[in-house]
């Protein structure tokens, strides 16, 4: 079985920063892209931040230069660390693995439960 488990949302001010991170389990890690997405109240899911297998990484526009995407192998956890946070931000913020299951070839998309981060002004 598969998990996704984010943490480290919460309540901040603008400025502020979080690191999220997203523990994983049941899948080939080190040959999983990895990514952030985020979707606010009344909008679609978007797209923040993804890392490759290789760690190539690249971010949506608002993020660049604020937001960080990393993985740490070993660990089988990506993280996001996000500075100078804005209200903008503000959204559940979701993990999504692109990989396959121990034992599968099959390429599969999975998702964490999310976690909230509000930024207030």
């Known amino acids: 079985q598969v998990q996704l488990v984010e943490s480290g949302g919460g309540l901040v001010q603008a400025g502020e920063s979080l690191r999220l991170t997203c523990a994983t389990s049941?899948?080939?890690?080190?040959?999983?892209?990895m990514a952030w997405y985020r979707q606010a109240p009344g909008k679609q899911r978007e797209l923040v931040a993804q890392i490759t297998s290789d760690s190539t990484t690249n971010y949506v526009d608002s993020v660049k230069g604020r937001f960080t995407i990393s993985r740490d192998n070993y660990k089988k956890a990506t993280y996001l660390q996000m500075n100078s946070l804005k209200p903008e931000d503000t959204a559940v913020y979701f993990c999504?693995?692109?990989?396959?299951?121990?034992?599968?070839?099959?390429?599969?998309?999975?998702w964490g439960q999310g976690t909230q981060v509000t930024v207030s002004s």
């Open positions: 999504n693995a692109k990989g396959a299951r121990y034992g599968r070839s099959q390429i599969n998309y999975y």
């Open positions: 049941g899948i080939i890690f080190r040959s999983s892209d």
